[in-house]
């Protein structure tokens, strides 16, 4: 369990970016973070796996304190982030030394890198470029391969923050097939993302305005029951089309199952 307790942050003081932030998120739920450009979004993010301390309140996962440096290591082991640009992802020479890197530095035994690199590399299908340098990859596979070094950390949380805005209609739905794998497996999986058509596959969204959190609950009440155009969002496309529907026949189009069909999702 990820809790925040009235967090309050800033970068500069006097400027809060996140103000009396209470928040609880449960192990295996699938979460997406919403709001305008700079409301603060990446810094919750952030402030989640430690990268970022509150100023004041607190951030605790699993008992762990981030505000504690002896927890921290802990932390960032249990919760990975991929971030928006794959290019700045890279710290090493290979695919193959990307992933042994991360696992060398939080002291995995030798005998288990190896299948934890196999392990990794075939959840986001990337087994056969293990050799491959950076510059030999497209944008969507570098972030399969940013996914599978924190996968082979084997996180129990993973946050996406805008990874796939870089990325074509094919590679973003690479990731978003990923996504829903990890969660099926039990995985929490957090999203901050612009795209409203990743917000319809989440179990709940977090609408951010000013650092505070304006709405909390499903993704259809969301686009009901909130005018999410003051929060410069646009409704998913299946939602438009649905209540197009509505406006002009009596026949239900039910956004949900269009969803469901076009993803394949049971
Ligand atoms: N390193 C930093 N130093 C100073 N101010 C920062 C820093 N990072 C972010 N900010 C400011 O904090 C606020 C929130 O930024 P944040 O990146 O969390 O927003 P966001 O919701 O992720 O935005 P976007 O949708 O553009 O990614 C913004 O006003 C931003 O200018
Ligand atoms: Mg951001």
Known sequence: MLTFDQVRFYYKKGQPVVENLDLTIEQGEFVAIVGANGCGKSTIAKLMD???????????????HTSKQSDLNMIHQQIG???QNPEDQFITTTVMDEIIFGLE???VPREDIHSRLDDALRAVQMEDYREMMPHQLSGGQKQRVAIAAILAMRPNVIIFDEATSM???QGRDQIMSIMHELHRQGMTVIVVT??????????RVLLIHQGR???????????????????QL??????????TFHLISPVRADWKEMIRLQWSIN
Do not use: C, Q, W
């Open 105 to 107: 530095n939080i002291r």
């Open 81 to 83: 982030i991929v971030f």
């Open 194 to 203: 612009h795209h409203m058509e990743e917000v319809l596959y989440a179990e």
């Open 213 to 231: 959190l304006e709405f909390d609950g499903e993704p259809s009440k969301l686009f009901l029951e909130i005018d999410i155009e003051k929060y």
């Open 234 to 243: 646009e409704l998913p496309f299946a939602v438009r089309v649905h209540n």
């Open 50 to 64: 430690g990268l970022l301390l509150p100023k004041e309140g607190s951030v605790k996962y699993n008992g762990l």
């Open 167 to 169: 990325l074509d209609t």
